[in-house]
């Protein structure tokens, strides 16, 4: 089946540091992929739409310049949390569907924490 | 999307099964229905989807009413390792480009 793998897996950074998060669909292409951030006890809440070779879509209040995606290939999607602020502590999710698939499969998460 | 509604918490038996209900009465005709659960700290996991008929795999069944309003995933023998929040999402087509939309969910305790 369709595997979509993340890393790091958890990451703890200083304020003020940027952080990478990589989203990788394993044994299929992914045109688009979705990236979500999840605070404790709460749902996912969908942060951006990943799109190969433009520019992602955010969703309303989500700072493009705070949370940059970059889709450089079919398989890779990264995002880059940048000048890290406590508030900015959650797991963050991504997801993926190969093209003819039905089926958002979604990675494990990284779960960030910004002393 | 259309919003559900969905019960935020239930308890079963295990070894019982577990029939959990979602509201969609707003759904519009090309909108499928789909199930994931999420187990603590791990990305949401597929468990199932429809149209308008009813589905089955080996992990749980979809009965979709007829009037496409209201859903209801079984668990047919629920185990211990079924414990999470159960999400029911209403999606636009199942292409890759469409997006899922989460609610609160339904937060699943199965006991001994």
């Known amino acids: 089946g369709a595997v979509v793998s993340q890393h790091p897996s958890w990451v703890i950074c200083k304020s003020g540091t940027s952080v990478k998060i990589e989203c990788r669909s394993l044994d299929f292409q992914a045109t688009t992929m979705f990236w979500y951030r999840q605070f404790p006890k709460q749902s996912l809440m969908l942060m951006a739409t990943?799109?190969?070779?433009?520019?992602?879509?955010?969703e309303q209040g989500v700072e493009k310049d705070k949370f940059l995606i970059n889709h450089a290939s079919l398989t890779l999607s990264t995002l880059t949390v940048t000048s890290a602020h406590p508030e900015d502590s959650s797991f963050y999710i991504c997801?993926?569907?190969?093209?003819?698939?039905?089926?958002?499969?979604f990675g494990a998460g990284s779960r960030l924490t910004v002393l | 999307d259309a919003k559900t509604t969905q019960p935020p918490s239930m308890d079963c038996a295990e070894g019982r099964a577990a029939n959990l209900p979602c509201n969609h009465s707003t759904i519009s005709g090309n909108e499928y229905v789909y199930w994931y659960r999420q187990i603590h700290s791990q990305g949401p996991q597929y468990i199932i989807h429809?149209?308008?008929n009813n589905e089955t795999n080996e992990m749980a069944s979809l009965i979709i009413t007829e009037d496409r309003k209201s859903s209801t995933l079984i668990l047919p023998h629920a185990t211990l390792r079924d414990t999470a929040v159960y999400y029911c999402?209403?999606?636009?087509?199942?292409?890759?480009?469409?997006?899922?939309?989460f609610g609160g969910g339904t937060r699943v305790l199965v006991k001994p």
């Open positions: 997801s993926a569907q190969g093209h003819g698939a039905n089926v958002l499969t």
């Open positions: 429809g149209l308008k």
């Open positions: 999402i209403v999606r636009v087509g199942s292409a890759a480009g469409n997006k899922l939309t």
């Open positions: 990943s799109n190969e070779g433009s520019k992602a879509t955010y």
